[in-house]
């Protein structure tokens, strides 16, 4: 799918090119190392690394480790694998904010100079309440008249660690009148006596998120620094800081809408919470939507591009249904995975007059709408397993599938009879009997007779004994995602483990991330957590159809 008409960020790079503002166009993607990355991200990953593929300028990799509390080297490094995972190169083009901290510094001196800052002893509380409201303008700083020489002396002070936090803090002199409360005095640096996991001790004082992220976009010549549409009322500042900084060839922010999904939570405070009460087995449990839970769940780069794209890029926020996401991976492994035999809910089935001891070897197509995919041998016994629901002692009308009486096809291998069951004291079918026509081997009809069901099964000699995992949305979409007492409000069948399912033999000796499709039961990969290869652990990406349509479709 072509995206033919550009989407209104291309229009503007391109104006700026023709235009002569921008000769190389750098683009950047700056997370704060405080968690992990989830589908957003990605989403703004992949349009700032596509838009500098398509003008054949430069991405970078910016850490924005400005605010030491809730960073750490954790989140460095495992953000920096989701971003090469989904393709973008990180080699070479790795950047940390807190490389800048010396010149930040001297932009606030420097701002300090042309009177454009000031130090102020007012509290966190007291500077709220100056601030006005939308409809009161702000009041003035009452420490807004010092001069530039004590200025430079206090914040000297403050950079010394001669200053407690929260004690005083430096604010750019902008329009405490100004209709955007984001332009009355900004608080540009603060006093924080932290470690910080790049600089250790260094400094004690920490540029703010307004202040700082401007500086680092102009330092590393960023052309366009693309953001959420939350920062269209800081856009304002942004142009201030660069331009009171004289800085040539100044950034451009553009905004563009967020993406959301229906029925899922990207924050990273929820996903916090489930991670810290246990609910799930960490950051990359297979029911969450960050990106190391979808690469865990069996998600490709390539259907997570292919959202992306379908998405679109907007200005107005809305939210994308979660199963366009199902769609994307559905597609892009339809073709390219072999589609294998493996019974979820298995009931031995004895066919009574094929040979005790034999065995043989039944040749199967891999992917029937693609040859390239090859062939495979399965094998084939006197006793195999099928899905307990391809039987019925009584069946309904319209059920082709086994009952006593009724001639079914097993995929691949032979027309088989069901003769005779049996039952155990509760009632439960334990073993089912048949026999075969050694005629139809293949699945082929011998004669021209026609059966109406055709059954996956599995060899019970060589089947590969695993467990077996399904999702579901883990927030309750009905109910929203807390109670009225502040809990959290979850599906309750989010995850069904199914044990002892029996898997054709070539499901063996996996690698993490191996990902295939089991007949009739959806697409599935090993757990790179969990699975060994004494217990092999498999979990369902999805399962293979839907009622979805594609919008516009
Ligand atoms: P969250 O609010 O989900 O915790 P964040 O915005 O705090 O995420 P950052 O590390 O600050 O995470 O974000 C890095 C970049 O990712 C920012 O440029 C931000 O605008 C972008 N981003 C975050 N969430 C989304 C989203 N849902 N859709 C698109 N881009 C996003
Ligand atoms: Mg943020």
């Not at 073709?335 to 034999?358: H, T």
């Amino acid at each position: 799918m072509e995206n033919v008409s550009k989407n209104f960020i291309e229009t503007v790079i391109e104006q700026d090119i023709r235009e002569g503002r921008c000769d190389e166009v750098c683009t950047r993607f700056p997370p704060e190392p405080n968690g992990y990355l989830h589908i957003g991200h990605a989403k703004s990953i992949l349009l700032n690394y596509g838009l500098a593929q398509e003008y054949q300028g430069k991405f970078h990799v910016r850490f924005d480790d400005t605010n030491p509390t809730k960073e750490k080297p954790e989140f460095v490094e495992a953000i920096r694998a989701d971003i090469e995972w989904l393709g973008a190169d990180c080699e070479g083009n790795l950047f940390y904010a807190s490389d800048y901290f010396e010149e930040m510094y001297e932009a606030a001196v420097k701002l300090i100079k042309k009177k454009k800052a000031y130090v102020s002893d007012l509290t966190a509380d007291q500077i709220r309440e100056y601030r006005g409201t939308l409809t009161e303008p702000g009041k003035e700083d009452p420490y807004a008249s010092r001069s530039v020489e004590e200025n430079l002396q206090l914040f000297a002070d403050m950079k010394k660690g001669r200053v407690a936090d929260g004690e005083k803090v430096l604010r750019a002199r902008i329009d405490m009148s100004s209709s955007n409360i984001n332009m009355r005095d900004p608080v540009i640096y603060r006093v924080a006596h932290m470690k910080h996991h790049r600089t250790g001790e260094q400094w004690c004082i920490y540029p703010m998120y307004d202040f700082a992220h401007p500086i680092e976009d102009a330092i590393e010549r960023i052309t366009h620094s693309i953001c959420t549409l939350e920062f269209e009322d800081h856009r304002p500042l942004y142009d201030w800081v660069v331009r009171e900084l004289e800085y040539e060839n100044p950034p451009k922010q553009i905004e563009f809408a967020k993406l959301y999904l229906t029925n899922v939570v990207t924050g990273k405070r929820y996903i916090k919470r489930l991670v810290e009460e246990g609910i799930v087995d960490g950051w990359d449990d297979p029911r969450l939507v960050s990106i190391a839970a979808l690469k865990r769940r069996g998600f490709t780069p390539e259907s997570i591009k292919k959202f992306v794209e379908l998405c679109g890029v907007s200005k107005a926020n809305s939210s994308v249904d979660y199963a366009m996401l199902e769609y994307c991976i559905r597609e892009d492994l339809k073709m390219k995975k072999p589609r294998m035999m493996a019974v979820l809910d298995p009931v031995k089935v004895v066919i009574d007059n094929y040979p005790k001891g034999q065995t043989e070897q039944l040749c199967v197509v891999n992917n029937l709408e693609n040859e390239a995919l090859g062939e495979r041998t399965v094998t084939f016994s006197r006793e195999i397993f099928i899905e307990r629901e391809d039987f019925m002692e009584e069946p309904p009308k319209k059920y082709f599938r086994m009952y006593p009486g009724n001639e079914v096809r097993l995929m691949n291998a032979y027309f088989v009879t069901c003769t005779d069951y049996i039952k155990d004291s509760e009632g439960r079918v334990t073993e089912i009997h048949c026999t075969y026509d050694p005629a139809s081997r293949g699945g082929n009809s011998p004669d021209g007779r026609k059966v109406k069901g055709t059954m996956h099964w599995v060899c019970a000699l060589s089947a590969v004994n695993a467990e077996v995992r399904l999702y579901e949305n883990i927030v309750d979409e009905e109910k929203g995602v807390y109670n009225e007492d502040g809990s959290l409000n979850l599906n309750p069948n989010s995850l069904t483990v199914l044990k002892d399912c029996m898997l054709e033999e070539n499901l063996k000796d996996l690698k993490a991330y191996d990902s295939f499709q089991f007949v009739r039961q959806g697409f599935f990969c090993v757990d790179a957590k969990d699975s060994t290869k004494e217990h092999p652990v498999f979990n369902r990406i999805v399962s293979l159809k839907s009622s979805y349509k594609l919008p516009n479709a």
